[in-house]
């Protein structure tokens, strides 16, 4: 059974920082794309970023090219997103998701099989 477990949400004032870290177990990080997405109140869950199976691609969405960055630890079986400059439109609850093997690059979001239960992340201003 693949499980993904969100952690390190909270409440930061604009301009702060935040590490998000999704633990997977039942499956490596390494077998597929990993994902990063977010939903805010009344709006669609979105793409945020991707790694790639090889770890050698990389998607961010243009909102937040420059101030976020995904990276994977293959020994721990983790993927983080260090999010960094945050702004109120951050708010939202962020979900950690796998893509299908040998899924398309970058994934749609169909193809993302597994989610986490998501982790609250609000940005005050």
């Known amino acids: 059974q693949v499980q993904l477990v969100e952690s390190g949400g909270g409440l930061v004032q604009a301009g702060g920082s935040l590490r998000l870290s999704c633990t997977a177990s039942?499956?490596?990080?390494?077998?597929?794309?990993m994902g990063w997405f977010r939903q805010a109140p009344g709006k669609e869950r979105a793409f945020v970023a991707g790694?790639?199976?090889?770890?050698?691609?990389?998607y961010y969405t243009d909102s937040v090219q420059g101030r976020f960055t995904i990276s994977r630890d293959n020994a721990k079986n983790t993927v983080a997103l260090q999010m960094n400059t945050l702004k109120p439109e951050d708010t939202a609850v962020y979900y950690c998701?796998?893509?299908?093997?040998?899924?398309?690059?970058?994934?749609?979001?169909?193809?993302?099989?597994?989610w986490g239960r998501g982790t609250q992340v609000t940005v005050s201003s």
């Open positions: 998701a796998s893509s299908r093997v040998g899924s398309e690059w970058p994934p749609r979001l169909s193809e993302f099989t597994y």
């Open positions: 039942g499956r490596t990080v390494s077998s597929s794309a």
């Open positions: 790694i790639s199976r090889s770890g050698e691609r990389l």
